[in-house]
């Protein structure tokens, strides 16, 4: 009986020794503090280690646009701004450009006018302040203005710049990092009104249901990264096709962040392969 109880507790501590001591499994959601299930909110990852250096600060440079920043009422009671870069004659067609997490700065205004551009100056182009006019290239401020942000708010300011827009608008959405959910979620809050969605790597929206609701098919840019990892883009892919609706992806072999000529993990080769998608994605939207 002795010898029963002694090999029940040996084999016991055996076993919890490989439990403790078994490899852990790369889980892209492993290292983040949650008490429910991943979301699909990209401020889940800023406490998480590592996270913060996928984003160096940006290299400053110097930016003079043909735009200019406009006011817009939203919904909630508040006032908006983005910077606006208005089409060259009448046109009902816009293009909602989503700030990565630094939040609206010159690269981000470049970049809308560089699409503007490549879109024949057709396309009304606005990109949208989401954090009401903060601002910074340090990733740990950065960070704390991302988690702090209300998704209320953010909603708000889609849904005044969609009222801006006009209820006769053709709106496609592009963004980046934090920006590249909002293109998405952009895409749904805007329902019938929405002719596209490019996310460059953006966590993305994986409610079966809510997907059933996009108005488009969807064109995803993504980096070889841990958060926003290969198995959460396949599981994105899969809830897209329960949902009915198409995506057209790639998975870069680039950092998180590689499409940001001001980073300095700048990628200039995944970087414009990734842009000739996205400007031929967005001339069949807006039928160029």
């Not at 110097?62 to 919904?75: A, L, S, V």
């Amino acid at each position: 009986m002795y010898k029963a109880i002694f090999s029940i507790l040996l084999l016991s501590g055996f076993g919890f020794f490989f439990l403790e001591n078994k490899p852990e499994s790369i889980d892209p959601f492993a290292s983040i503090t949650v008490c429910h299930t991943p979301s699909d909110d990209m401020a889940q990852f800023v406490n998480a280690p590592g996270f913060a250096s996928f984003h160096p600060s940006p290299v400053e440079f110097e930016f003079i646009g043909k735009g200019e920043m406009t006011d817009f009422p939203t919904p909630d009671g508040g006032t908006a701004k983005g910077y606006l870069i208005k089409a060259n004659g009448p046109s009902n067609q816009w293009l909602f450009v989503y700030q990565e997490w630094w939040g609206l700065n010159d690269h981000i205004k470049q970049q809308a006018e560089v699409f503007y551009d490549d879109l024949g100056g057709k396309v009304n182009v606005i990109a949208l302040d989401m954090y009401d006019g903060k601002v910074t290239s340090n990733p740990q401020e950065a960070g704390q203005f991302m988690q702090s942000v209300k998704e209320e708010r953010l909603e708000s300011i889609v849904a005044g710049a969609k009222n801006l827009a006009g209820t006769n608008a053709k709106i496609a959405n592009v963004g980046w990092c934090f920006g590249g959910s909002w293109s998405l979620k952009s895409a749904l809050l805007n329902g019938n009104q929405t002719i596209g969605s490019v996310m460059y790597y953006g966590m993305p929206v994986r409610d079966v249901e809510k997907l059933k609701t996009l108005n488009s098919d969807v064109l995803g840019l993504f980096a070889t990264e841990q958060y926003i990892s290969e198995e959460v883009i396949k599981d994105f892919a899969d809830k897209m096709n329960q949902a009915g609706k198409k995506l057209t992806y790639k998975i870069f072999p680039a950092v998180h962040g590689f499409s940001n000529p001001s980073n300095p993990k700048y990628d200039e080769a995944a970087s414009k392969e990734a842009y000739g998608m996205a400007i031929e994605y967005l001339r069949e939207k807006f039928g160029e």
